[in-house]
Every structure is written in C-alpha cells, then in structure tokens.
Nanobody
Framework: QVQLVESGGGSVQAGGSLRLSCAAS????????MGWFRQAPGKEREGVAA????????YYAGSVWGRFTISQDNARNTLYLQMNSLKPEDTAMYYC?????????????????RGQGTQVTVSS
C-alpha cells in the first residue's frame, strides 16, 4: 500500500518561499512518475511539477518555471517542492502524487495515489 504524506504548507507574503515535503512509504518509488499538482477553489487541478523515471527527468508547468524546483531524496523516500518568488496565484491545495503518467507528466493530476494535501496561501 502506498502512502504519501505532505507537509510544509503555510501562509506567506508574495515574494516569499516555502518548501513542501512528501514522505513516501510502500512502493511509491516504484511508480514511473512522482510529482505535485495543485487545486484552487473553483479551479481545475493543475500539474505543477513531476519527476519521471528512469532518468529522473523533471518537468514543470510554465506558470512555475524558474520559480519552483522539484527534487527527491531516495535515501529518505522524500519528494520535495521548493517554491520561491511565490505569487498570490500560487494559492492552492498542493498534493503529492505517484502514478504511471502514461499520458504525459501532466496526468499526475489523475494519479490514484495521492496525499491529503497541504495548503499554500500567498498574500499580496
């Protein structure tokens, strides 16, 4: 059974930074794709970033390119999302997810394995 537990969300002012962590257990790292998606109230899920095996290639949404960095620590079974230069439009619930992303990295939003989410709120 795969378990994903996010932490690190919070409230910051625009321009600030947060680092999200996702502790993975079970066989999370056996999946082809691990990453983050977000959902704001009244909006659709948006893939934020993902890492695809076997080459650990990282992919990002254009809206976060150059500001967010996804990384993983295999020894600690932890996935991270470093978020810098945060903007009010980054406000959302952020979810860690693991799946096969057979339709491309953005289908991380459809992954059946996901955490409970962590809230990120950015004020102007």
């Amino acid at each position: 059974q795969v378990q994903l537990v996010e932490s690190g969300g919070g409230s910051v002012q625009a321009g600030g930074s947060l680092r999200l962590s996702c502790a993975a257990s079970g066989y999370a790292y056996s999946f082809r794709c691990m990453g983050w998606f977000r959902q704001a109230p009244g909006k659709e899920r948006e893939g934020v970033a993902a890492i695809l095996t076997p080459y650990s290639s990282a992919y990002y949404a254009g809206s976060v390119w150059g500001r967010f960095t996804i990384s993983q620590d295999n020894a600690r079974n932890t996935l991270y999302l470093q978020m810098n230069s945060l903007k009010p439009e980054d406000t959302a619930m952020y979810y860690c997810a693991a799946g096969d992303c057979s339709g491309g990295w953005r289908t991380i939003t459809e992954a059946v394995n996901r955490g409970q989410g962590t809230q990120v709120t950015v004020s102007s």
